[in-house]
């Protein structure tokens, strides 16, 4: 059993930068493709980015140009720095283990999550 715990979120202003992390036990992450979501209220859960094994990453066009994903393996853990960001940006952020071995932003493809971390941007 694999559990992930997100924290670096808070309330911020527009133009400021978080970074987000995500740390696990129970299972060692360095193996496992892992994604960053994001879901605002009324909205459905949205790919944020996403990080291989091999550090390979891939973005939502949202955020692209802002934001970086990073993993340091020796950690466990799993970052996003989130720089610019806006008042759209604003929802819990969730990190997630991927069944597959590349990343995908289909939520479905994803098998572990954390209990998410609220980000608040104002205007």
């Known amino acids: 059993q694999v559990q992930l715990t997100e924290s670096g979120g808070g309330l911020v202003q527009a133009g400021d930068s978080l970074r987000l992390s995500c740390s696990a036990s129970g299972r060692t992450l360095s193996s496992y493709a892992m994604g960053w979501f994001r879901q605002a209220p009324g909205k459905e859960r949205e790919f944020v980015a996403g990080i291989t094994s091999s550090s390979t990453t891939t973005y939502a066009d949202s955020v692209k140009g802002r934001v970086s994903i990073s993993r340091d393996n020796a950690q466990n853990t799993v970052s996003l720095q989130m720089n610019s960001l806006k008042p759209e940006d604003t929802a819990v952020y969730y990190c997630?283990?991927?069944?597959?071995?590349?990343?995908?932003?289909?939520?479905?493809?994803?098998?572990?999550w954390g209990q998410g971390t609220q980000v608040t941007v104002s205007s």
């Open positions: 997630a283990v991927s069944s597959r071995t590349s990343t995908t932003s289909w939520a479905r493809d994803y098998y572990y």
